[in-house]
């Protein structure tokens, strides 16, 4: 964990105006919407300690912040009621310009910043970080907690970069310290923009990146987008260390060799709808689609929880045409090329191979899928890989079910509910190989795999904590062979960056998949208990409930069935 030095900030903290007007090397900006990261934990206090603590001196790079978004600032000196523009000079954050209360989720309030930080601290090089959490190429970036949890869409951040001017004044880099935004949608569109891109592909820690890489510009003030972006992502993953339980991934993105990775994969895709067409009910069609749909239900995704919090539906590209590549072999190998030369750094603790940028592809959302591919079509990315999504989300829809080929199968622990059947549990094995029914506090859980990197396998229990819709993430490691309570993670728009503390006192209930004699799957609460001091996991070898299976079908949907 960081550490927050607060009577350090505070001490940093001045009300002054800079005169700065000097050409500097670096004018770096930092949009920070502290949004609940800040007033829940601190984070963004924590990062502006690393700031100060860089060392970074203001000859050799501006830095200026803008702070807004969240409802409580850590450090009494920010207001939570207005936007605020800082500059970091030398050791302290001065107070340059408040923009009122403005929402930081409004493309007007980006581009004002970019306007204002431009303009009156000129330098070589212009970059641009923008902080908080991030949701992918559907949802977008951020949420201000103070406008109704207001957030940029792509296409809002394009707007703001456009009238601030950025196409004439390109930035050497943008980066997201934010989940989910090394997405080929946001790096096409980030071309026009900026020279270099820098994001992670899946949910970063909540404490994000390292700040502390600011400091490397006192030795070489002059580095590019591409080396300053390597300097970012070694800091970011060397901070957190080889044997994190975090899921730790971030990229640096030449963008201007991004527009052929969109064209390959839009080709790759259009082959592949050619084979399909959902209208046609015919025996070949079906077979065409389910072996496309088993693919993509096996590609590596990003962002995932619960089936209760399942939206995000990133793909990593590289994979996806791995996963294609034997049955359309010349367009994926273009793809693959294409995303070689575009991704120039990319490191990542993934058990599988990562090519750096990810994409949209349905799947998981499908009760979301109209408004998804509705926005999706409104970012105007390629024709053919759009055509693909529409027609791809029909065949899931409307092939998908109980004669879809089945994938998977895991063995279950099941209770009969009247007609129907509720799921108490699916079968863990830890890290040693011992086989358990998990329980939290004696109640049973069913905990869903939903990432695995080279040093753990995450798992997400859907539950309620006070009210709010979560998923309680596990860890299991070596370092943690029994698993470990990470926290809990909020089903919201922008996936969440981090997991919040389950506290004492919190009241607990546990979400359990159930089934009719129809198969249709209602989600059911459980039992409401408060956490007591210790909120640990159980393990059963055996219970009174039956075993049956929980089969999953390539399209997604799942069922329980009898062994």
Wanted: proline share 3%; hydrophobic share 40%.
């Amino acid at each position: 964990m960081k550490k927050i030095v607060i009577l350090f900030i505070l001490l940093a903290f001045c009300a002054i105006t800079s005169t700065a007007a000097e050409k500097r090397p670096y004018t770096i900006m930092i949009y920070m919407n502290g949004s609940d990261l800040e007033s829940d934990f601190g984070l963004a206090t924590d990062d502006l300690a690393e700031i100060i603590d860089s060392g970074l001196r203001s000859q050799n790079a501006n830095v200026i912040i803008l702070t807004g978004g969240t409802r409580d600032w850590q450090v009494d000196e920010i207001p939570s009621y207005e936007c605020i523009i800082w500059e970091f000079v030398d050791g302290k954050i001065n107070e340059l310009k408040s923009m009122g209360d403005v929402s930081m989720g409004n493309p007007a309030t980006l581009r004002d910043f970019l306007q204002f930080s431009m303009q009156n601290y000129p330098a070589e090089k212009f970059g641009l970080i923008m902080w908080d959490h991030g949701g992918g190429s559907i949802v977008g970036f951020g949420h201000d907690e103070n406008f109704n949890d207001d957030a940029l869409t792509l296409l809002d951040m394009k707007r703001a970069f456009d009238e601030a001017g950025l196409a004439q004044q390109k930035l050497e880099f943008l980066g997201f310290d934010a989940c989910l935004m090394a997405t080929v949608e946001m790096a096409i569109i980030a071309a026009d923009y900026a020279h270099v891109m820098i994001a992670s592909e899946d949910l970063e820690p909540g404490e994000g990146w390292d700040y502390t890489f600011l400091g490397v510009l006192n030795d070489t003030p002059r580095m590019d987008g591409f080396e300053f972006g390597k300097v970012i992502v070694d800091s970011f993953i060397d901070f957190f260390g080889p044997n994190s339980d975090e899921i730790l991934t971030l990229s640096v993105v030449d963008l201007a060799q991004v527009k052929p990775v969109m064209e390959k994969m839009g080709r790759l895709m259009e082959r592949a709808g050619a084979k399909i067409s959902p209208y046609q009910n015919t025996g070949l069609h079906r077979r065409d689609f389910f072996n496309l749909s088993k693919r993509r239900a096996v590609s590596k995704t990003f962002g995932e929880g619960s089936p209760r919090d399942n939206y995000a539906d990133m793909v990593d590209i590289g994979n996806m045409a791995v996963m294609l590549h034997d049955l359309f072999p010349f367009e994926a190998e273009s793809l693959l090329r294409a995303l070689g030369n575009c991704v120039v750094y990319n490191r990542h603790n993934s058990d599988v191979d990562l090519y750096g940028l990810s994409s949209f592809y349905i799947f998981g959302g499908k009760s979301i899928g109209e408004s998804s591919l509705q926005i999706y079509s409104q970012l105007q990315m390629d024709k053919n890989y759009t055509e693909y999504l529409h027609k791809f989300f029909q065949g899931i829809t409307h092939i998908g079910g109980s004669e879809s080929p089945i994938i998977h199968t895991e063995l279950a622990l099941v209770q009969a509910v009247g007609e129907g059947h509720r799921l108490m549990g699916l079968l863990q094995t830890d890290t040693l190989g011992s086989y358990f029914w998990p329980k939290i506090n004696g109640y049973h859980v069913v905990m869903f795999p939903i990432a695995t990197t080279q040093n753990a396998r995450l798992y997400a229990i859907p539950a309620m904590i006070n009210d709010a819709d979560v998923d309680i993430i596990v860890s299991f490691s070596a370092r943690n062979p029994q698993g470990v309570i990470l926290g809990s993670r909020e089903i919201v728009k922008a996936l969440q960056k981090g997991y919040d503390p389950i506290l004492t006192g919190d009241e607990l209930t546990f979400f359990y998949p159930q089934w009719d004699a129809d198969d249709n799957e209602t989600w059911q609460k459980g039992d409401t208990f408060r956490v007591g001091a210790v909120l640990g996991i159980e393990w059963v070898v055996d219970d009174v409930f039956e075993l049956w299976h929980r089969v999953t079908d390539c399209c997604g949907y799942t069922r329980l069935v009898r062994r």
